[in-house]
């Protein structure tokens, strides 16, 4: 049988099952159903030579309106098909409440969401110092004890962070180590007692991992800045901008140059910083570093995280401007602590990253209101901003750390100079 007769045997045998169950309530049959009616009245449904249902073809102008339907979704669909590419980015989720959710950790959600906590350091430290306002106002239910009810109790809290904002590798290591110091609370401890213990590592680990490393960093990287030297540093780095005042603080006399990017213009604070304190200092945006690393002594730079492999997973356009210093011969050194360093090993910034939300573009300047008020109204643009970049080794000279001034080979050699407690 061909296609339109199989079709119309079809069409045939609906006919029959119509007027079957016609019969069955009471109703009229259908006049014929082998033959198709002719009538477009309210009878049975028309049949056309095809054998399709008249009322499968809609008017002429619902056709328009579906056409036109079809259209923008074709559109959105191949739209949405040209950036599947980043689909893999993190991005903030729908915040859930699955599970009680404390208050301080709703508050960090939204501060991180609107991108208020920013800096590595600064989303660990707030992350840690909100688990302690949780653990303090915990009640252990009956029949159970703090060491895994606790675990239990932190899961919906850590999930909703991350779904306010991905989470970072400090925050990840920091979590970790708060995991195992639970599991390891001696179960015949009171309860009281039991939380006062685990704040009180809280405390330890951000005096060790954060504040005093940063200390450590500001002595060693300070002691390779000269007098006369020209430094660039590029975003803003917390650790690098303490680096810089304290080497200005001890009389050294130098000159910072502050290259910055959009959308998030974080070199403007730093500018804000360096230039208060009395440091001289140049601004000036990414594509304009070729005009000025030539005259440029050292290059000073932060991290978000740190690799095995001796990459160095930062700001976007980090990598860009260690490049263009190893080209012209710039030593660039990296300012990190050892508690950012991760295990994994990560050949580009494309396998894992973070997208910037569109509302970091109302931070341009207003010189044109109507263009950029219309920015997110256009069908065919998608503003897409990856938040970092990765740095090849191969375009870093030296890493700070507490433990040392570390090559870039040597990196996967922190968690044995930390006695493999390196979380």
């Known amino acids: ?60 102008g619902a056709q328009g309106q579906s056409k036109d ?21 993190g991005l903030p989720k729908p915040t859930s409440h699955k599970g009680e959710i404390h208050p301080a950790i709703v508050r960090l959600g939204l501060q991180f969401s609107e991108f208020k906590i920013t800096g590595a350091n600064a989303r660990c430290i707030a992350t840690l110092t909100a688990f302690k306002t949780v653990i303090q106002d915990y009640v252990t239910p009956p029949n159970n004890t703090l060491s895994r009810h606790l675990m239990t109790y932190l899961s919906p809290q850590i999930s909703y ?18 995991k195992l110091d639970i599991s390891g609370t001696d179960i015949d401890l009171p309860e009281q007692d039991a939380k ?77 910083v360096l230039s208060s304190a009395g440091i001289q200092c140049t601004y000036l945006l990414l594509p304009a570093v070729g005009s000025v690393i030539t005259e440029t002594s050292m290059v000073l730079v932060g991290a978000h995280s740190l690799h095995s492999n001796g990459a160095v997973f930062s700001r976007a356009g980090t990598a860009l401007v260690a490049m263009m210093a190893k080209q012209h011969s710039v030593p660039v050194v990296v300012c990190c602590e050892t508690y950012k360093f991760s295990e994994t090993v990560q050949l580009d910034s494309f396998t894992r990253n973070e997208l910037a939300p569109v509302e970091l573009f109302k931070s341009f300047p207003q010189n044109r209101p109507q263009d950029l008020s219309s920015l997110n109204d256009q069908p ?32 996967s050699s922190i968690p044995l100079a930390l006695g493999r407690t390196m979380l």
């Open 69 to 89: 339907a079809k259209a923008g979704a074709d559109d959105k669909g191949a739209h949405t098909r040209g950036l599947r590419i980043f689909s893999h980015f």
């Open 380 to 411: 065919n643009l998608q503003i897409l901003n990856p938040l970092y970049d990765l740095t090849p080794p191969s375009s870093i000279t030296a890493v700070v750390t507490e433990v040392g001034v570390i090559p870039p080979s040597s990196i």
């Open 1 to 60: 049988m061909t296609k339109a007769e199989r079709r119309e045997q079809q069409e045939r045998q609906r006919a029959a099952k119509a007027e079957k169950a016609a019969q069955n309530s009471g109703k009229n049959p259908p006049k014929s159903a082998n033959k198709p009616s002719q009538s477009s009245g309210a009878g049975a449904p028309a049949l056309t030579r095809r054998g399709s249902r008249a009322a499968d073809f809609p008017p002429k």
């Open 196 to 272: 006062d213990a685990l704040c009180e590592k809280i405390d330890t680990y951000i005096r060790d991992r954060i504040i005093a490393a940063d200390q450590v960093i500001e002595e060693t990287a300070g002691n390779k800045i000269k007098d006369g030297d020209a430094i660039l540093t590029y975003a803003r780095s917390s650790v690098v901008e303490k680096v810089l005042l304290a080497a200005h603080a001890d009389g050294r006399q130098f000159t910072v140059t502050v290259v910055d990017s959009r959308p998030m213009l974080e070199g403007k604070k730093l500018l804000q």
């Open 161 to 178: 962070l991350v779904a306010a904002r991905p989470m970072s590798v400090t925050m990840g290591n920091a979590i970790r180590q708060l």
